[in-house]
């Protein structure tokens, strides 16, 4: 049985390259067929807004990219719910990823054999 | 299972620390090390908020040395060696990047 | 630099022989692809290429093998969404070759 990893994503999408890089983690791990989970948190809940339009700065799509998760076999999505209410995410996209609270979160860590934060 | 939970970063610049304490369970431990060891700064919020959990604090001591940091006594000041085995015992290692 | 011949279009290839300019795509670019490949595109080999591009569309990145199969199966059934029916098609290597036949950035994700 591979180990269990769980990828925490705490960058906002269009700063810098920490959003692409633990979606790349994600994506390889998910092809390998991995036990494989993601954690948006912080700013990185900011990846998971609606009608984010990647043209405007010519960089390739993290939205839509983000969407392929589940036919890449990552069906663990989870987001913080507080990052999000602090920070007034309202339409989201991605709708299989799932709300936790701060205590569920420790739980989530827990469960897994291996963490990563980026 | 138990987390040992690594920050590096000042808790002055970001949520990291915040996020860090929220999330924390309570057979985690903490390990300051480099720019995160200013979160021991007397009488700055992050000293306060971690002194009022009771979670364990460790700090590696070459680094708040290096900053002028002094070590309360609800933490304890490891070397490189004593990190290495915090992170054997330890189920997993969360490194906050 | 690589180049494929289209009629009377010379169109630019990359060392693997993907297209550099995605919007190079047309059906005859992807009929000189696969001839160079040695295959004959027949109607199992379109409705692949079709899923693929509209794979990419909507998520904006090439499949790996597993997505492959996975959306094939969502998309035309199980009993095409399999490695097998996909290797006999595109040579044992569905994700690459049929990306490149239908015109999409190498897959990144296939290590």
């Known amino acids: ?118 | ?97 | 630099m690589n180049f494929l011949t289209v009629g009377a279009r010379a169109i630019e290839l990359d060392k693997d022989g993907f297209l550099v300019d995605l919007s190079d795509w047309s059906a005859e670019v992807a009929s000189a692809l696969a001839a160079a490949e040695d295959i004959e595109l027949t109607p199992e080999h379109w409705e692949v290429l079709e899923l693929l591009r509209s794979f990419y569309a909507e998520f904006q990145l090439s499949p790996a093998t597993r997505p492959l199969i996975k959306y094939t199966a969502l998309k035309l059934g199980a009993d095409k969404g399999n490695s097998l029916h996909l290797n006999r098609l595109f040579k044992g290597t569905p994700a690459k070759l049929a990306a490149k036949l239908a015109g999409l950035p190498k897959p990144t994700n296939c290590l």
């Open chain 1, 1 to 118: 049985m591979p180990k269990s990893v769980l990828i925490i994503s705490r960058q906002s999408p269009w700063s810098g390259p920490g959003a692409r890089e633990a979606l790349d983690i994600v994506l390889a791990g998910g092809a390998f067929d991995l036990p494989i989970g993601l954690l948006f948190l912080d700013d990185g809940v900011l990846q998971l807004a609606a009608g984010q339009n990647a043209k405007a700065l010519q960089q390739k799509d993290l939205s839509a990219n983000l969407q392929a998760l589940p036919m890449f076999g990552v069906e663990e999505l989870f987001y913080c719910a507080e990052s999000a209410n602090a920070r007034g995410l309202g339409k989201r996209s991605l709708d299989e990823a799932e709300p936790l609270s701060a205590e569920h979160i420790t739980a989530l860590i827990d469960r897994y054999d291996q963490v990563i934060t980026l």
């Open chain 2, 1 to 97: 299972m138990s987390t040992l939970h690594v920050l590096s970063h000042s808790p002055f610049g970001d949520d990291r620390l915040s996020s860090c304490l929220r999330l924390i369970g309570s057979a985690d431990a903490l390990l300051l090390c480099g720019d995160a060891v200013y979160a021991l700064q007397p009488d700055s919020a992050p000293f306060f908020a971690l002194q009022d959990r009771t979670i364990k604090v460790f700090v590696l001591d070459e680094d708040a040395q290096a900053r002028a940091i002094d070590i309360p006594d609800w933490a304890e000041a490891v070397d490189y060696p004593a990190f290495v085995e915090l992170s054997i015992h330890h189920d997993k290692v969360n490194s906050w990047l």
